[in-house]
Nanobody
Framework: EVQLVESGGGLVQAGGSLRLSCEAS????????IGWFRQAPGKEREGVSA???????KYSDSVKGRFTISSDNARNTIYLQMNSLKPEDTAIYYC????????????????WGQGTQVTVSS
């Protein structure tokens, strides 16, 4: 059974940093693409960043230059380092995995974690 567990969310002031983790069981990251998505109240889920098994990365324009995605295959964990956080980054952040697709489209991903809340105060 594939399980993805996010952690690292919390409350931070604008300009601060957080590092999210996504730990997987039931799959090996080096055979999957992993994406980070977020959903704010009343908004659709949006893609934030993704990484594939060749360590190719993608970022949405809204986070490019501020967020960094990385993988630790030995720990089967994906990280999202978030710097220079803004109030508009407030959302529930999810990680997702897919064996075939790679990108920032949520519908393309088969496996999802339960999410972790990130709140950025102004």
């Amino acid at each position: 059974e594939v399980q993805l567990v996010e952690s690292g969310g919390g409350l931070v002031q604008a300009g601060g940093s957080l590092r999210l983790s996504c730990e997987a069981s039931g799959l090996l990251f080096n055979g999957y693409a992993i994406g980070w998505f977020r959903q704010a109240p009343g908004k659709e889920r949006e893609g934030v960043s993704a990484i594939n098994s060749d360590d190719i990365t993608k970022y949405s324009d809204s986070v490019k230059g501020r967020f960094t995605i990385s993988s630790d295959n030995a720990r089967n964990t994906i990280y999202l380092q978030m710097n220079s956080l803004k109030p508009e980054d407030t959302a529930i952040y999810y990680c997702a995995a897919d064996r075939v697709n790679f990108g920032l489209t949520a519908d393309h991903y088969d496996y999802w974690g339960q999410g972790t809340q990130v709140t950025v105060s102004s």
